[in-house]
């Protein structure tokens, strides 16, 4: 049984104001089981992350359906799914990480990972204690943890997003080109941490622009172009 | 639906004037906007429905004119609705259309269940009381009797808005702009409200002190839970606190969604337009 399932996925974008409308994709088909991580490649403007941002519902879906098997709601179209419903999903269930970090602003690193698991309902020693493991984890350097984090580099920010998301454990994680402004360094980090999230059970969707990344990461590859899986982890595939 | 709503709203409506022929309460194509040109009519609400679920902050936005201050108004019974229904999530009031009441229940509905803030302090506080006993007034309404508590309390919650002790005796006349409004938020959270409302509160104020009292906001709603309904016609200030927003124009509600989703893909024509501007 899938854990999530994209049928028929279709997205258009209207721009009043232009007259215009155009589709951004059209007939995207896959499907995840659980604790798989599926990467989708494609070139700039093939509408990958508008798929990534649909099923986060930071994009109202147009087309189609997006089945999530919810461990709080059962099986559900996130393209119907309540705005409620799918806040409580983003709570509990789904989360989503891109290169950018966007964050109440005055709020240190610390806090906005403190927010993180109280918000799902963890006592504050609690989440005092989980936050200060994440940021150890992510390699955030201690002086950095009651510091805004406005002025980090790209691979600091990037480390606070993946830890204010994954102290969720969400069941199911986006990643959206999360490594795109990352020296090599950083870059080995942020395969580590996926690793060790995959090793966790979290189903994962990622963007990543360079296939190497995804090299002995993903179980498949589905390319924009071709619409199909162009490469499926054998063991996992042949059923 | 997996939770029931705290705040109901259905069909409100809102209108300044009789109408006549010309406009048919406010369907006809002849208004200008919200305005009926023949008779003078104001249709400031039309048929305006949302729920308020438990916890949440929901974000009304719209231009000036639009009817978020009416609406407020309406919900807060500072002004009659025209018609519509508003129903409580209250095991005494259960089924009942709030605005159907007596006098005497708006009042209870006012003094336990609900808190409001406005946008001018004027309207919210007694600007020559001091600040303390602006609070110990809604307290007493609220049915608290024993001053030693209504002090402490008092204190509490002018501590909680940063307003410095010494200063608690002070009218809110003698206060900033920034100063004037977290006392009113003081009050308004002083009966312990489940619901609060927000209208421009942070409207009017310099950028540093509007950031102060939106953490403030931010911060109220983390640790008390309170389910909130904020008005701006600024749209970033929706941003910082809301988790879902309702587009009001003309009266009505035009687009709703998630605000991330609002923000980064609005689907009407007026809503682009007013996320474009913010960039
Ligand atoms: N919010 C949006 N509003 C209008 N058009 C958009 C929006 N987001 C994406 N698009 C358009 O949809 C197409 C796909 O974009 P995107 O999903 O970002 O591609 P990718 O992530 O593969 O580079 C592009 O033509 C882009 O301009
Ligand atoms: N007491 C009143 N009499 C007549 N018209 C009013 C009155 N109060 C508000 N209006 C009108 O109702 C409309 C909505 O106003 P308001 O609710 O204050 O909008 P907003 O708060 O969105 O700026 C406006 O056209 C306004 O002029
Ligand atoms: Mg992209
Ligand atoms: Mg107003
Ligand atoms: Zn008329």
Redesign the interface.
Known sequence: MPILEVNNFGKRFTIHHLNKTMHAVEQIHFSLKPGEFIGIIGKSGSGKSTILKSIYRTYLPDQGSILYDSKRFGTIDLSKATERQMLFLRKYEIGYVSQFLNVMPRTTSRQLVEHSLLEMGESEDRARMEAENALIHFELDPKLWDTYPNTFSGGEKLRLNIAMATVKQPRLLLLDEPTASLDQQSKKKVREVIEKLKRNGTTLVGIFHDIEFMEGLCDKVYDMKTKHFIYEKEDECIV | ???KPILKVRHLHKQFGKGCTQCQEGHSESLQKNYCPKCGTVYACRDVSFDL?PG?ILGIVGESGSGKSTMMQCLYFDEAVTSGEAYVNDSDLMGKNMFELSAQQKRSIRNHKYGMVYQNPVHGLKMDFSSIGNIAEKLIAAGKRYVNEMEATSKNLLDSVHIPLFRMKEEPQNFSGGMQQRVQIAKALSNNPPILFLDEVTTGLDLSVQ?NVL?LI?KIQ?ELGISMVVVSHDLAVIR?LA??TVVMLNGSIIE???T??IL??P???YT??LV?SLI
């Open positions: 639906m997996y939770e679920f949440e950031a953490d931010k983390r910082m988790d879902r709703e969604g998630l991330d989703q980064e893909d689907q009407r024509a682009q337009q474009y």
